[in-house]
């Protein structure tokens, strides 16, 4: 049966609306969070910057330093530095500890290093003296902000310590990458004893 002219006007209507549809649309772009700045995830951080830490070992000044897992809340980032004392000295600290931030290939990126924090507890500077087998701590803070998608994020892989000038620098391997964003910011407390 031959279709009519009166059968195919409908089937034709319908294949030109189909087709004008498709014909120069694009698919919208997906929503730009509404946040400020977006927050990367630590999960999101390669591979080699998730391996384990080794452990650290006792320095000829008789010191250990040691960095915990960064604790990481809405792109706010905090990590504890504990001085373990394993020499046969008292080990005096008084104040800041001097840092930097290294690349996997200990090469210090440009990091603005700020003494004192309201994110976290800093009791300020005081003089410190750790015996033997005692430890002493500070913290670090960070936000891992990306607001210019030009510049290459911080992943920091080391933190260089000097625990008090004068001292030889420490490098300290950390749990979990300093992924400062494009912050160039951290901020540091002051040695304190641990907290209980």
């Known amino acids: 049966m031959t279709?009519?002219?009166?059968?195919?006007?409908?089937?034709?209507?319908?294949?030109?609306?189909?087709?004008?549809?498709?014909?120069?649309?694009?698919?919208?772009?997906?929503?730009?969070?509404?946040?400020?700045?977006?927050?990367?995830?630590?999960?999101?951080?390669?591979?080699?910057?998730?391996?384990?830490?080794?452990?650290?070992v006792c320095t000829p000044e008789g010191i250990s330093i040691g960095m915990g897992t960064p604790d990481a809340a809405m792109g706010l980032r905090a990590a504890t530095i504990t001085l373990r004392n394993c020499g046969d000295r008292p080990y005096t600290l008084d104040g800041y500890p001097a840092l930097r931030v290294l690349g996997e290939d200990r090469q210090p990126f440009d990091v603005r290093i700020v003494r004192g924090t309201t994110q976290i507890k800093d009791a300020g500077p005081k003089p410190l003296t750790v015996r033997p087998g005692r430890t002493a701590v500070f913290g670090i803070v960070w936000r891992n902000l990306v607001t210019d998608p030009t510049t290459t994020a911080v992943a920091g892989r080391y933190l260089e310590v000097r625990p008090a000038p004068g001292r030889p620098v420490v490098i300290v391997e950390a749990d979990g990458p300093i992924d400062l964003g494009n912050?160039?910011?951290?901020?540091?407390?002051?040695?304190?004893p641990p907290r209980g």
């Open 3 to 56: 279709p009519t002219r009166r059968t195919l006007t409908p089937l034709l209507v319908a294949a030109a609306l189909l087709g004008a549809a498709g014909c120069g649309t694009e698919t919208a772009p997906s929503a730009i969070p509404s946040a400020p700045y977006p927050v990367l995830p630590t999960s999101q951080a390669p591979p080699e910057l998730r391996r384990t830490p080794a452990p650290p």
């Open 183 to 192: 912050t160039g910011r951290l901020e540091e407390t002051a040695w304190g």
